[in-house]
């Protein structure tokens, strides 16, 4: 059964900006920190950003802070990842990663997406 | 940010075999929250083991995870065809979250 849906990935030229979106498809999904993981082709896996069960806290990798912009909406069951002034090197497959119990203040990632394919070239 | 150090990069085995998979921090990682996940090609990771003992849901008994402080192992004992993938361990303790680089297991 697919519980996290990732959409929004497509080619974009450099400089351009991408929103992706991951519908929780499940019963639960208000309270849980949610988090964006990236993985560049031929490379591991990086975590990218992160936002806390109600919204009001979120995170970011060096690699993406004032580019990135990450929310939700816990009334849609929506986590969001505004991209704004990509470069090559954000080329990756982008996963969303749920955390398995909302009531630690972090916690390891129990639910992922298939992932969506977000390409950066000219 | 807390770098992760895996060892080996590849670990070539037999079928029947043991793994043991090292995970390295460059420093005390906050509440011992190491997790390990599996990732097959073309599929999402997979949660196997976190907090750093714990077995996730349905992860058969064969996979374990052990350590403390800076040092971390995952062993998977009588490796099945479908176990040689990639494995990576993740330290949740304070973010920035990181990985370690991966171990991929290749079939001897």
């Known amino acids: 059964e697919v519980q996290l849906l990732e959409s929004g990935g497509r080619l974009v030229q450099p400089g351009g900006s991408l929103r992706l979106s991951c519908e929780d498809t499940g019963f639960a999904f208000s309270g849980y920190a949610m988090s964006w993981v990236r993985q560049a082709p031929g490379k591991g896996l990086e975590w990218v950003s992160r936002v806390s069960g109600t919204g009001s806290e979120t995170e970011y990798a060096d690699s993406v802070q004032g580019r990135f912009t990450i929310s939700r909406d816990n009334a849609q069951n929506v986590v969001y990842l505004q991209m704004n002034n990509l470069r090559a090197d954000d080329t990756a497959v982008y996963y969303c990663?749920?955390?398995?119990?909302?009531?630690?203040?972090?916690?390891?990632?129990?639910?992922w997406g298939q992932g969506t394919v977000v390409s950066v070239s000219s | 940010e807390i770098v992760l150090t895996q060892s080996p990069a590849t670990l070539s085995l037999s079928p029947g075999e043991t793994a043991t998979l090292s995970c390295r921090a460059s420093?005390?990682?906050?509440?011992?929250?190491v997790a390990w996940y599996q990732h097959r090609p073309g599929q999402s990771p997979r949660l196997l083991i976190y907090g750093p003992s714990a077995r996730a849901t349905h992860v058969p008994d064969r996979f374990s995870g052990s350590g403390s402080g800076t040092e971390f192992t995952l062993s998977i004992s009588r490796l099945h065809p479908e176990d040689f993938v990639v494995y990576y361990c993740q330290q949740y303790g304070r973010t920035p979250y990181t990985f370690g680089q991966g171990t991929k297991l290749d079939i001897k």
């Open positions: 420093e005390n990682v906050d509440g011992n929250s």
């Open positions: 990663a749920k955390e398995r119990n909302k009531w630690l203040p972090n916690d390891a990632f129990e639910m």
